[in-house]
């Protein structure tokens, strides 16, 4: 049973950095995509970073977010830097074995239960 949990969210100030991790195990192999979303209160949930052979970023965290991978150890990070309040969210890991258009929730067949990033002013 694929198993996806994510860990690092937290209460920052703006302007700080967080590095949010992803542990997968369960799989019989690797994902071939990975990727990160997350929802703030009362708006649906958004496409934030996504990896497979390259990287691919929302516009609104191009520049400050970086995802990272370590098929070795199943993990997949995501490090945010330069937070702001508009980052305050619950971020969800998410993984496929397809090759998948990344930046659409209906590509991931695993999803994380969630870790809360808050981001004061």
């Known amino acids: 049973q694929v198993r996806l949990v994510e860990s690092g969210g937290g209460l920052v100030q703006a302007g700080d950095s967080l590095r949010l991790s992803c542990a997968a195990s369960?799989?019989?192999?690797?994902?071939?995509?990975m990727g990160w979303f997350r929802q703030a209160p009362g708006k649906e949930r958004e496409f934030v970073a996504a990896?497979?052979?390259?990287?691919s970023y929302s516009d609104s965290v191009k520049g400050r977010f970086t995802i990272s991978r370590d098929n070795a150890k199943n993990m997949v990070y995501l490090q945010m830097n330069s937070l702001k309040p508009d980052d305050t969210a619950v971020y969800y890991c998410?993984?496929?074995?397809?090759?998948?258009?990344?930046?659409?929730?209906?590509?991931?067949?695993?999803w994380g239960q969630g870790t809360q990033v808050t981001v004061s002013s």
């Open positions: 998410a993984a496929t074995y397809g090759v998948v258009t990344a930046t659409r929730q209906a590509s991931y067949d695993y």
């Open positions: 369960g799989g019989a192999f690797s994902f071939n995509t």
């Open positions: 990896i497979r052979r390259s990287e």
